[in-house]
């Protein structure tokens, strides 16, 4: 499942759920889009393994604000991001520990994410649509 959010006050489209990911992970190329310095990445001395059992490289992690949702009903999370460098049609993909922190439970048959939000239980449909800008600001 698809969807959109902010991530650092940018709105990031085409965010992969992927309930099987052990990591949270931004694409090089979004992170270069949003323009965050490359200093804030830390060291990260372990290697991601592809779909295909290849090896992709991690250039370093980043904690950024995250928010799910649209105000009031949202959710926030800080979430710690592996900087990858490889191919893609996803700008990031939330894997189950950023789920986790924003209280998330998917539905891929219905294409919803349901979250709790300090106004309650809200949800958040799958996009379907690739138009527009990969990345604005909100």
Known sequence: MVIDMIVSDLLVKKVLLDNGSLADILYY???????????RLKPFDSHLYGFYGNIVPVEGSVELPVWIGSTPHHS???????VV???STYNA?????????VRAITSTYHQKMKFISLEGIREVR???SNSGSAMQRS
């Open 29 to 39: 190329h979004a992170f270069k889009q949003m323009d965050i310095s490359e200093d």
């Open 76 to 82: 926030f999370a800080i979430i710690e991001f592996l």
């Open 85 to 87: 460098k490889a191919q």
């Open 93 to 101: 993909i939330l894997g189950r520990p950023g789920q986790n922190l």
């Open 126 to 128: 799958g996009t379907r």
